[in-house]
């Protein structure tokens, strides 16, 4: 039982272009959600989180948008930079400090020069 | 500060042997959580130590133990291992009260 998914497992954007990668989440108890980024051969880098009580968070190139009646997050990067090709695990919990994250499948984004 | 660092990098066991992961978090964090990422499940919670104590648990077999030290250094052990076994295993720490926690670089286990 799939609890957080990412149904597009790549996204290839331009340079200096929007990306927005999307998160769908089925379990209505949660209400933290995070973004993480991954390189090859390293561990998830935290980017981002927003909580149920906001339905926005900025920070510098990258915003989270949450949509609780749809269930749905998504996460903007503008303007998309090489450095930002990474694999993108949207993340969920229940409660705000919670250790037990629930991960989607991750989105492979390649920006293209 | 220094990360959180995990040892070994890399290991290769045979089906049946078992196998200890090391994990050091970041100094001053007593929470560390361990994590197992395959291609065909993605990431998966292991379980969580805060303090010595196992505080949360994901839905994986008796097989897979662990323990937190005084230091909060933190070990996992996984017997009779199976070659379904073969992931990633990621540690995470951080100071219970920040949300955004650290992750190691991992230890790619691989049972052949």
């Known amino acids: 039982d799939q609890q957080v998914k990412q149904n597009s497992p790549s996204l290839s954007v331009q340079e200096g272009r929007i990306s927005i990668l999307n998160c769908d989440y089925t379990n209505s108890m949660f209400d933290y959600f995070l973004w993480y980024k991954k390189y090859p051969a390293e561990g998830p880098t935290f980017l981002i989180s927003i909580s149920s009580i906001k339905d926005k968070n900025e920070d510098g190139r990258f915003t989270v948008f949450l949509n609780k009646s749809a269930k749905h997050l998504s996460l903007h990067i503008v303007p998309s930079q090489p450095g930002d090709s990474a694999v993108y695990f949207c993340a969920a919990s229940a409660r705000r400090g919670a250790q037990k994250l629930v991960f989607g499948q991750g989105t492979r984004l390649t920006i293209n020069p | 500060k220094a990360g959180v660092t995990q040892t070994p990098r890399y290991l290769i066991k045979t089906r049946g042997q078992q196998v200890t992961l090391s994990c050091s978090p970041i100094?001053?964090?007593?929470?560390v959580s361990w994590y197992q990422q395959t291609p065909g499940q993605g990431l998966q919670f292991l379980f969580e130590?805060?303090?010595?104590?196992?505080?949360n648990k994901g839905n994986f077999p008796g097989r897979f133990s662990g323990r937190q030290f005084s230091n909060s250094r933190s070990e996992m052990n996984v017997s009779t291992l199976e070659l379904g076994d073969s992931a990633l295993y990621l540690c995470?720490?951080?100071?219970?009260?920040?949300?955004?926690?650290?992750f190691g670089s991992g230890t790619r286990l691989t049972v052949v």
């Open positions: 130590y805060f303090s010595e104590t196992q505080r």
């Open positions: 100094s001053g964090h007593r929470s």
């Open positions: 995470a720490s951080s100071d219970r009260g920040d949300y955004g926690y650290t």
